[in-house]
């Protein structure tokens, strides 16, 4: 599959057609994110892939919006899965990229990633390597709304209680990208002081993330203290979906939450 | 256009979380904890999310300042040396070594560290020495 990745990201950039091609790349020892210019690098690109699939993922959607931002006259492919072509849509809705600016080369995750991120779509509409696997539904949130209802406040009450306020869920997240944030809004909460009011924190950030999360589950992996942040956003995912019949990152508009 | 990611090991405490700066055009614009670095796995606190932001900070210190007359002036290092040198030397020798104290820092690497012990310990001759990323 990676050949296939290769290849297409090698035309594309050869073909003048992009300037630069937004990917990973096995450098140092280590996976990083990497802009290739030169199509003779592309030979050392990477899925994101260590010792799993998916275990090296970046938000690269999120990384595009400063490089187009400082380069309009320039157009850049991408490499994106299933969560990073959701994120591109979101991205695009809030005119945060141009779609004109950007080419999308995506491939699909393997059946190990699509169980483990419990993904509706382990892949992107645009996919030119890989084989689809099917989607898988959200177990983790149905395990938790079998819970007795005390016992479930208890449960996201300790999970919330670990946190130590790094904001790596803001900072990492692919549709976070607002110059006023919630998180640093004191007449939401309480920004200089630490411990982080539990639960209203979390619940600020979730709140503010209906209607916008992709669910990539990057923050979750970025959480310090191990909070299942993605089983939180796929509750809310399923809100806004049978409250709004909206599907966060499927839908092609804006939330019906931004008129609010 | 020019965009890189530079593989570093922050500088706020000893643990060596490892991360990439993001450089666009020649100035730093991001931190991305890296995800395959045994130490952090993708994961930092809130000053390792920041670092970016301090590294081109036009508040930085650039060059040596020395109080005169209670007023901070720009010196260049000829003449903050000298000054350290001989202001050091006038205590230890007014009030004994243990007079000084020596505060070490997480932005200095390990032999750094240790010249600076060793200055302490062996140049001056006193135990005073700490660092600030005594947590």
Same mark, same amino acid.
């Given at each position: 599959?990676?050949?296939?990745?290769?290849?297409?990201?090698?035309?594309?950039?050869?073909?003048?057609?992009?300037?630069?091609?937004?990917?990973?790349?096995?450098?140092?020892?280590?996976?990083?994110?990497?802009?290739?210019?030169?199509?003779?690098?592309?030979?050392?690109?990477?899925?994101?892939?260590?010792?799993?699939?998916?275990?090296?993922?970046?938000?690269?959607?999120?990384?595009?919006?400063?490089?187009?931002?400082?380069?309009?006259?320039?157009?850049?492919?991408?490499?994106?899965?299933?969560?990073?072509?959701?994120?591109?849509?979101?991205?695009?809705?809030?005119?945060?990229?141009?779609?004109?600016?950007?080419?999308?080369?995506?491939?699909?995750?393997?059946?190990?990633?699509?169980?483990?991120?419990?993904?509706?779509?382990?892949?992107?509409?645009?996919?030119?390597?890989?084989?689809?696997?099917?989607?898988?539904?959200?177990?983790?949130?149905?395990?938790?709304?079998?819970?007795?209802?005390?016992?479930?406040?208890?449960?996201?009450?300790?999970?919330?209680?670990?946190?130590?306020?790094?904001?790596?869920?803001?900072?990492?997240?692919?549709?976070?990208?607002?110059?006023?944030?919630?998180?640093?809004?004191?007449?939401?909460?309480?920004?200089?002081?630490?411990?982080?009011?539990?639960?209203?924190?979390?619940?600020?950030?979730?709140?503010?993330?209906?209607?916008?999360?992709?669910?990539?589950?990057?923050?979750?992996?970025?959480?310090?203290?191990?909070?299942?942040?993605?089983?939180?956003?796929?509750?809310?995912?399923?809100?806004?979906?049978?409250?709004?019949?909206?599907?966060?990152?499927?839908?092609?508009?804006?939330?019906?939450?931004?008129?609010? | 256009?020019?965009? #890189?990611?530079?593989?570093?090991?922050?500088?706020? $405490?000893?643990? &060596?979380? !490892?991360?990439?700066?993001? %450089?666009?055009?020649? @100035?730093?614009?991001?931190?991305?904890?890296?995800? #395959?670095?045994?130490?952090?796995?993708?994961?930092? $606190?809130?000053? &390792?999310? !920041?670092?970016?932001?301090? %590294?081109?900070?036009? @508040?930085?210190?650039?060059?040596?300042?020395?109080?005169?007359?209670?007023?901070?002036?720009?010196?260049?290092?000829?003449?903050?040396?000298?000054?350290?040198?001989?202001?050091?030397?006038?205590?230890?020798?007014?009030?004994?070594?243990?007079?000084?104290?020596?505060?070490?820092?997480?932005?200095?690497?390990?032999?750094?560290?240790?010249?600076?012990?060793?200055?302490?310990?062996?140049?001056?001759?006193?135990?005073?020495?700490?660092?600030?990323?005594?947590?």
């Amino acid at each position: 599959m990676i050949e296939t990745v290769k290849a297409k990201a090698k035309e594309l950039l050869e073909s003048g057609n992009i300037q630069g091609f937004l990917g990973l790349i096995e450098k140092n020892g280590h996976i990083a994110p990497h802009l290739f210019t030169d199509p003779v690098e592309l030979q050392a690109l990477n899925l994101g892939d260590r010792e799993k699939a998916g275990d090296a993922r970046y938000p690269l959607t999120k990384y595009l919006i400063q490089i187009a931002k400082a380069h309009p006259e320039h157009i850049f492919g991408i490499l994106v899965r299933g969560c990073d072509e959701r994120s591109l849509k979101t991205l695009y809705n809030w005119n945060q990229l141009d779609p004109n600016q950007v080419v999308p080369l995506g491939f699909a995750c393997p059946e190990e990633l699509a169980e483990a991120c419990e993904c509706l779509q382990p892949y992107p509409d645009a996919c030119e390597a890989g084989e689809k696997v099917s989607g898988r539904s959200f177990e983790g949130v149905a395990k938790l709304d079998a819970m007795e209802r005390g016992e479930r406040f208890d449960y996201w009450n300790e999970q919330f209680s670990k946190c130590i306020k790094c904001y790596g869920c803001r900072d990492v997240c692919p549709v976070c990208f607002c110059n006023e944030c919630s998180l640093a809004s004191d007449d939401l909460i309480q920004t200089k002081t630490f411990p982080p009011e539990t639960p209203l924190f979390h619940l600020v950030r979730a709140v503010h993330m209906a209607g916008r999360c992709v669910d990539c589950g990057l923050c979750e992996q970025a959480c310090p203290v191990g909070i299942p942040l993605r089983t939180l956003y796929k509750k809310i995912y399923a809100i806004m979906d049978s409250e709004f019949d909206y599907q966060m990152g499927y839908s092609e508009e804006k939330s019906p939450l931004n008129l609010l | 256009m020019n965009y #890189t990611t530079a593989l570093t090991t922050c500088t706020y $405490c000893g643990c &060596g979380c !490892n991360f990439y700066l993001e %450089v666009l055009d020649g @100035k730093v614009i991001g931190t991305i904890p890296c995800k #395959t670095s045994p130490t952090n796995e993708g994961k930092l $606190c809130i000053k &390792g999310w !920041n670092v970016h932001e301090f %590294v081109q900070n036009p @508040k930085r210190l650039t060059k040596p300042l020395i109080r005169k007359n209670g007023q901070l002036l720009e010196a260049d290092w000829e003449e903050a040396l000298d000054f350290t040198a001989s202001k050091l030397k006038e205590i230890a020798g007014k009030d004994g070594p243990d007079s000084l104290a020596f505060l070490a820092s997480a932005k200095l690497s390990n032999e750094e560290n240790y010249i600076y012990q060793k200055f302490a310990r062996a140049g001056v001759g006193t135990n005073n020495i700490d660092h600030c990323a005594r947590l």
